[in-house]
């Protein structure tokens, strides 16, 4: 399958995960409320791929986890250009941001800041590993993380080589 990557291409891409974008939290009352971030999408450069698949693994998972960071309203950016012979993609939040000491272990298998204490739950901890392996082994890429827990955002950068995710027109 040929993909055209565009502004439309992340346009359905929201659509298409829109019932995971609508967020329950408890307000002070402690009734639950449907919140849902504000997006913001942008493709400065488009490019075919036949690796439609893991391209839209690694962007879900680092938007999920976004949506997941971000208490009550907030922003979250997803853009896409190109940068010398890569193309990087990056996936913006304004939630509370990642502690200094977990940025080191974030892409451990098994490492999570997921936990509800209603439940008593962990997340599996396996998402961010398993988007570093698909950067690392399928694209030959890389991908990193800055964060401020002070101005509460974190950024993820992907950068993957043209060579391997575009095809030839």
Known sequence: MNLFLSIQFYHNLVRSYIFLCLKKSRNSAGCGVWQTPIFKFKCKDNFRTIDFYPLISVLNNLIINSIDAIEGSGHILVDQQREGDSYLFRV???????????????????????????????????????VKQIVDKHFVGSISA????????????????????????
């Open 92 to 130: 913006v939040d304004s939630g509370a941001g990642i502690e200094s000491d977990d940025m080191e272990v974030l892409f451990e298998p098994g490492f999570s800041t997921k936990y509800d204490p209603i439940t008593g739950r962990m997340s599996t901890g396996i998402g961010l590993s398993h």
């Open 146 to 169: 800055e964060s401020s827990k002070e101005n509460q955002w974190t950024c993820f950068k992907v950068l993957i080589p043209k060579e391997n995710i575009e095809i030839k027109r």
